[in-house]
């Protein structure tokens, strides 16, 4: 089958991106050395071990082991296929791509460039009505009591979906835009009857909701009176391009802030959001009116080391806050809590007591720990011996929960001081807890795998020597033509990996064609992922670059010996087995062969070796 795009054009778009750049919209880098460093997407880890090289546009996680270039990264962030990614990076990078005849547009990308327009015409209707019909009368009122100025309506494109039950399916026909279309984006509903479709969104307030890249993404309404039916907010249906799990409202207004300061402020709902930004606190998001999710948590980490949840002051909003508090911890992320007065939610307290008031609360949000025992303290009474027993008791799994010793050691002796009880004491009973624990079978605290690679391929294992070669070829082209005369012998199966000698292969069909050894043009090459990163992982962490040409070529003889030690090793052990067969049926001439055969072999096996040695 013919290729659609050539090397030379994957070239060029990768010529005009740049993959700092671009991982950087999803995940905070921090310069390191020659590279930069961040948090793996592809795996659930605390530490940084993601590497991305500026200089050789490719990435490499040290953790899970995931590697490649940009194409990989989107392939695998934004689930596309190696096609969807080059026609998105290409339209990014002004690059026009001209397909070869009998290839296809994929359907999923059309689909989803769709869904982004028809999203984005959707918001400019519900717009429009707030701002200028007469049926956005009673919401723009409702908005302004709320303390939402005119400038922020705009700012965040705040909308209106009329009663009616067509009217936004009435002007998205006139757009041009099907039943289906509609229906597919999450912002129509079949009849039961199957006799046509209706508005999802009526009668209600709209607050569009963005991805980080600024893409309309799906909708949530707000109803303004008891008249409407139906939940008090609602959110667009999980579509192609909105799954409530993974977003986090006002990302793209706040992601900036965040990474500069560090830190980020999660709250509960839409207007909380829009009220912290309109008083220039724009570090703020909001998880959706649900608990957070590891997803969203995930996310919250690659940018900020501290989270701050600034959720309502009610029971619903302390239980929310507290789903989403060991899953915070969990990806990394270091956790506090800002308390409200009862009664009173972020946006309400902006509104009655100020910027400065509520950035105090903001500035005095209790570290996790703090905030549980504090919860915790509440309900027993201290003075009494039973409230103590039974404060302890809850406080030990909080207590065991902190990794720090010395901060683990530091809230000993203050609970003990406070209780009036020896430090000793509490101590004994945290190890008996802990003894307890250690024989219940460990499970995961939110029921969740950590294995969120998503199905990313990792670079194979290689054997080592196979490993320098390639890594080699990268380094120094000088070597190509001494190790392609000397794998001229070699099959594929004659190697550990046998995309090894796809890859070596491949560099000669380059080489013939005029093409120099690029990752580029060698990526061209091959319809599988899977050498794809193993090329990426390998000339990413080239040992050899900056090396001699005489330790390159050792280093090339080195690896060609232990090549020809391992084919031959093969060799005879596969002759070892043709003689057990022989003996056995008794063929005692054809064995006595076998063995000439077999002591051959062993011979060039151990010259071969003692070469090795006499060198070293």
Not at 154 to 183: H, T, V
Not at 501 to 510: D, P, S, T, V, Y
């Amino acid at each position: 089958m013919a290729k659609a795009y050539t090397g030379d054009t994957v070239e060029e778009i990768k010529s005009r991106c740049d993959l700092v750049e671009i991982v950087n919209e999803k995940i905070y880098l921090e310069k390191k050395g020659k590279n930069y460093l961040g948090l793996c997407p592809f795996h659930l880890e605390k530490t940084p071990s993601f590497s991305v090289s500026p200089e050789k546009q490719l990435y490499h996680c040290f953790g899970c082991g995931a590697s490649g270039d940009l194409f990989s990264y989107v392939m695998h962030t934004e689930k596309m296929t190696f096609k969807e990614a080059l026609r998105f990076l290409a339209k990014r990078a002004g690059v026009s791509l001209a397909e070869e005849e009998g290839t296809n547009n994929s359907g999923l990308a059309q689909l989803k460039e769709t869904y982004y327009k028809l999203n984005e015409q959707a918001m400019n209707f519900f717009h429009y009505i707030l701002r200028e019909r007469p049926e956005g009368e009673k919401a723009r009122r409702y908005l302004e009591s709320r303390g939402i100025k005119e400038s922020t309506l705009q700012a965040f494109k705040i909308g209106f979906a009329p009663p009616s039950w067509d009217a936004l399916l009435k002007a998205a026909r006139k757009k041009g835009y099907g039943d289906d279309e509609l229906a597919q984006a999450g912002l129509v509903v079949e009849r039961n009857d199957g006799s046509g479709y209706y508005d999802r969104f009526r009668n209600r307030i709209i607050f569009p909701i963005f991805d980080y890249r600024k893409r309309v993404i799906g909708f949530g309404g707000r109803v303004i009176d008891e008249e409407t039916k139906g939940p008090k907010y609602l959110n667009s249906p999980e579509t192609l391009l909105f799954d409530k799990r993974k977003v986090l409202y006002g990302i793209d207004r706040a992601i900036t802030d965040i990474r500069q300061q560090k830190r980020a402020i999660v709250m509960e709902g839409y207007t909380d959001v829009i009220l912290a930004h309109q008083e220039n606190i724009t570090n703020a998001v909001a998880s959706l009116g649900t608990a957070l999710t590891s997803f969203q948590a995930r996310a919250l980490r690659a940018q900020a080391e501290e989270v701050v949840i600034a959720y309502d002051a009610d029971a619903a909003g302390a239980m929310a806050a507290e789903k989403g508090l060991d899953i915070l911890k969990g990806s990394g992320c270091i956790v506090k809590v800002a308390t409200f007065p009862e009664g009173l939610d972020p946006d309400s307290y902006i509104r009655h007591h100020g910027k400065e008031a509520f950035v105090e609360v903001l500035q005095n949000a209790q570290p996790l720990v703090d905030y549980r025992l504090n919860n915790i303290k509440r309900k027993h009474d201290l003075e009494r011996p039973e409230g103590k027993i039974l404060f302890i008791k809850e406080v030990l799994p909080v207590l065991d929960s902190i990794n720090n010793m010395v901060e683990k050691d530091e809230y000993l002796k203050r609970l003990a001081e406070e209780l009036n009880i020896s430090e000793e004491a509490l101590r004994a009973e945290l190890k008996k807890f802990k003894r307890k624990q250690n024989k219940a079978p460990a499970q995961n605290m939110q029921g969740q795998s950590d294995d969120t690679s998503g199905g990313v391929i990792r670079a194979e294992e290689i054997e080592p020597a196979e490993k320098i070669i390639l890594s080699l070829l990268f380094a120094y082209e000088g070597v190509f033509n001494r190790i392609v005369e000397t794998v001229k012998d070699l099959n594929n199966k004659d190697f550990f990996s046998p995309n090894v000698g796809k890859i070596i292969n491949a560099c000669k069909e380059l080489k013939e064609k005029g093409k120099e050894l690029k990752v580029d043009h060698l990526r061209g090459e091959f319809p599988d992922e899977s050498l794809h990163e193993l090329i990426a992982a390998i000339d990413f962490n080239n040992p050899w670059e900056g090396s001699s040409r005489d330790e390159i070529m050792q280093a090339v003889d080195d690896c060609m010996r232990k090549l020809k030690i391992n084919k031959l090793a093969k060799d005879r052990q596969n002759i070892e087995k043709k003689i057990k067969e022989a003996e056995r049926n008794g063929m005692n001439e054809q064995s006595l062969k076998l063995l000439a055969e077999w002591e051959k072999i062993k011979l060039a096996e151990q010259e071969l070796c003692s070469v090795g040695k006499k060198e070293v």
